[in-house]
T-cell receptor, first 111, second 115 residues
Framework: GQSLEQPSEVTAVEGAIVQINCTYQTSGFYGLSWYQQHDGGAPTFLSYNALDGLEETGRFSSFLSRSDSYGYLLLQELQMKDSASYFCAVKANQAGTALIFGKGTTLSVSS | NAGVTQTPKFQVLKTGQSMTLQCAQDMNHNSMYWYRQDPGMGLRLIYYSASEGTTDKGEVPNGYNVSRLNKREFSLRLESAAPSQTSVYFC??????????????FGPGTRLTVT
């Protein structure tokens, strides 16, 4: 089967750096995606890693190690608006681009 | 562009009633998806459609049916609602062949309660 594991909650203060880890089990790995969801809102795409290494997009970076079946999302210079749930996802074993999501990590940023 | 739209936003059903959740996208995407989200469970794939005219089961298809009416629209039907189907339902779409193939665009969700 397919599964993704990520911590359920992370807390941090404004201006800090936080790392959200994700380990996955899947066959036919095509890449790791990250999504952000604010309370009551829709998930929005953050990043996608197909190859090993770090991808940087502004304050957010995402890392992948295919040999370890592991990735993480790094959030720098945290702001209150970063308080949200973050989901990692991999391609579902079915055809096409359907995704299987982890259960999500709730990030709480305090002042 | 409206992106992905869903109707209704909220719905309360009694056990055994049926209803159809509507979804439409105006981004000319080939692929569309239905997910449900329950507290602590993340997003679970119900059905997806890789292209117009095709549909496939996801992780939790029991109790649901779908129709890919055309390239824009993908509906989800509950034939006989059960309390276990109380959830938030999200529709999503993605392009294929260009950009990030696993970048999905989500609608605002339908909050369904079955009593």
């Amino acid at each position: 089967g397919q599964s993704l594991e990520q911590p359920s909650e992370v807390t941090a203060v404004e201006g800090a750096i936080v790392q959200i880890n994700c380990t996955y089990q899947t066959s036919g790995f095509y890449g790791l995606s990250w999504y952000q969801q604010h309370d009551g809102g829709a998930p929005t795409f953050l990043s996608y890693n197909a190859l090993d290494g770090l991808e940087e997009t502004g304050r957010f970076s995402s890392f992948l190690s295919r040999s370890d079946s592991y990735g993480y999302l790094l959030l720098q210079e945290l702001q209150m608006k970063d308080s949200a749930s973050y989901f990692c996802a991999v391609k579902a074993n079915q055809a096409g681009t359907a995704l299987i999501f982890g259960k999500g990590t709730t990030l709480s940023v305090s002042s | 562009n409206a992106g992905v739209t869903q109707t209704p936003k909220f719905q309360v059903l009694k056990t055994g009633q049926s209803m159809t959740l509507q979804c439409a996208q105006d981004m000319n995407h080939n692929s569309m998806y239905w997910y449900r989200q329950d507290p602590g469970m993340g997003l679970r794939l119900i059905y997806y459609s890789a292209s117009e005219g095709t549909t496939d089961k996801g992780e939790v298809p029991n109790g649901y049916n779908v129709s890919r009416l055309n390239k824009r629209e993908f509906s989800l039907r509950l034939e006989s609602a059960a309390p276990s189907q109380t959830s938030v339902y999200f529709c999503a779409s993605s392009a294929s062949g260009t950009g990030h193939p696993y970048e999905q665009y989500f609608g605002p969700g339908t909050r369904l309660t079955v009593t």
